[in-house]
């Protein structure tokens, strides 16, 4: 079935530090591939999507490639905030198959100092 | 545009009890789709309703259920509750069109603890 493999947190960063959180997945089919982002006591916020082969999704100074042949959707920052810091979960979808259903990594939790 | 609200925010129950949750999406969508989030788990699909009907359904046991209304709120149900049902459940909406371009959209999550 489908999966989704994200590196293990916790990620300790400085500010302006470079962010890369890596994601790999399985699946059939054509899936969207999603970055998610939650602030602790709080739901999940999109934070960027890529639906097809060779897309970059990107948002707030973050990007991610859907890149097929690696079956990989790395998430990168070039100079990463205190306010960065927060869970990571990197998710696919199979839309044509399975509706609305989400599959999740495991997350990745952020820090960053000052 | 209001986004997605759940409600409670956060209960106690205890063991054997039986809890019910609220999500109301954004105006517009039709599908409402339930996760269980917790520390050993991670997010977990529960399901998905569209226009009334379950259209998707994880592997959770037949104490969880769910059911949406006409006006696309969706309540979901737990029947005879075990403390391993202590999690964060999050509700996401979207316009449940199938193709690529849906994207879920969450709300902040009931925290239920039981007890």
């Known amino acids: 079935g489908n999966s989704v493999t994200q590196m293990e947190g916790p990620v300790t960063l400085s500010e302006e530090a470079f962010l890369t959180i890596n994601c790999t997945y399985t699946a059939t089919g054509y899936p969207s591939l999603f970055w998610y982002v939650q602030y602790p006591g709080e739901g999940l916020q999109l934070l960027l999507k890529?639906?097809?082969?060779?897309d970059k999704g990107s948002n707030k100074g973050f990007e991610a490639t859907y890149r097929k042949e690696t079956t990989s959707f790395h998430l990168e920052k070039g100079s990463v905030q205190v306010s960065d810091s927060a869970v990571y979960f990197c998710a696919l979808s199979d839309p044509y198959n399975q509706g609305g259903k989400l599959i999740f990594g495991q997350g990745t939790e952020l820090s960053v100092k000052p | 545009k209001a986004g997605v609200t759940q409600t409670p925010r956060y209960l106690i129950k205890t063991r054997g009890q039986q809890v019910t949750l609220s999500c109301s999406p954004i105006?517009?969508?039709?599908?409402v789709s339930w996760y269980q989030q917790t520390p050993g788990q991670g997010l977990q699909f529960l399901f998905e309703y569209f226009s009334e009907t379950q259209r998707n359904k994880g592997n959770f046991p037949g104490r969880f259920s769910g059911r949406q209304f006409s006006n696309s709120r969706s309540e979901m149900n737990v029947s005879t509750l075990e403390l391993g049902d202590s999690a964060l459940y999050l509700c996401?909406?979207?316009?449940?069109?199938?193709?690529?371009?849906?994207?879920?959209?969450f709300g902040p999550g009931t925290r239920l603890t039981v007890l």
């Open positions: 890529a639906t097809k082969a060779d």
């Open positions: 996401a909406s979207s316009t449940g069109l199938i193709g690529s371009t849906d994207t879920q959209y």
């Open positions: 105006s517009g969508h039709r599908s």
